[in-house]
């Protein structure tokens, strides 16, 4: 087990990685998690990780369920989100047997305890994961309902003193409108949270947000469509939107 030394290149040294569990799934109707689009994102992961750095991954169950939409069907809110932790679970698990099968040593930590499948959440754990080269996966929220794992990336870089949440879209960063329904959208290169603010502008849930703009953790907004886009983000390429006081 090797200690992590970033290359050079590398602008950050320590990330947090944002993925929806939508990124998992395959085409219209597709599964819920595509053996080839999970394969594409841990590839990703791999290509970053090999540049000695730190890397955590937040993951989403929304391919799986999403307690919002649990409550428009009449599932109790509560219950919903703890049904959404439990969908992040199994994309964790998905994301960990990938990567590992790639040769990346990584670990899963959940903050609901299910001590046979995945560690509790422990920071000092997490951080001597990364220390020894590992990726670090973190599931299950925050561990509470009514909380989105954006906030729950927010809360882990924060913990962790990450230099960056890299948050994974299927748009190729921040518009000052939705560009599919208007043409003349413009995209910033970079804007800050007060402007952000400001223009309403959707980064993440208000929660996530304050957390972020608060303990001065940066947001890059990137499309994961375009291949080797998260290695382009860490080597200091221009690429999606970057949000920071």
Same mark, same amino acid.
């Given at each position: ?9 590398? +602008? ?10 939508? @990124? ?15 394969? $594409? @994102?841990?590839?990703? &992961?791999? $290509? !970053?990780?090999?540049?000695? &750095?730190?890397?955590?991954? @937040? !993951?989403?169950?929304?391919?799986? %369920? ?5 409550? +428009? ?58 220390? +020894? ?36 879209? +299927? &748009? ?20 800050? %949270? ?22 001065? @953790?940066? !947001?890059?907004? %990137? ?23």
């Amino acid at each position: 087990m090797r200690d992590s030394k970033p290359d050079p290149r590398a +602008k950050y040294k320590r990330v947090i990685l944002k993925l929806s569990g939508e @990124v998992l799934r395959g085409g219209k109707g597709g599964d819920p998690i595509d053996g080839a689009t999970l394969s $594409e @994102v841990c590839s990703q &992961v791999k $290509e !970053i990780h090999e540049l000695g &750095v730190q890397v955590c991954v @937040v !993951i989403g169950g929304g391919n799986i %369920f999403r307690g919002l939409n649990g409550e +428009k069907r009449g599932v109790d809110r509560t219950t919903g989100d703890y049904m959404g932790m439990l969908a992040t679970v199994i994309n964790g698990l998905a994301l960990m047997d990938c990567l590992e099968k790639l040769g990346v040593n990584t670990r899963v930590q959940s903050a609901i305890p299910m001590n046979q499948i995945a560690e509790p959440f422990i920071l000092r754990r997490a951080v001597r994961h990364l220390e +020894k080269g590992r990726v670090v996966i973190f599931v299950a929220g925050t561990g509470n309902p009514y909380f989105s794992t954006d906030t729950t990336a927010a809360l882990r870089a924060s913990e962790m003193h990450a230099d960056i949440i890299m948050k994974a879209t +299927k &748009v190729d960063g921040i518009y000052d409108k939705d560009p599919k329904k208007h043409s003349d959208a413009v995209k910033y290169d970079q804007i800050t %949270f007060i402007d952000a603010l400001k223009q309403r502008l959707n980064v993440m849930d208000s929660t996530a947000f304050s957390l972020c703009m608060d303990n001065n @953790v940066p !947001i890059l907004v %990137f499309d994961l469509n375009d291949k080797h886009a998260i290695r382009k983000a860490i080597v200091g390429e221009k690429i999606g939107t970057l949000v920071r006081n």
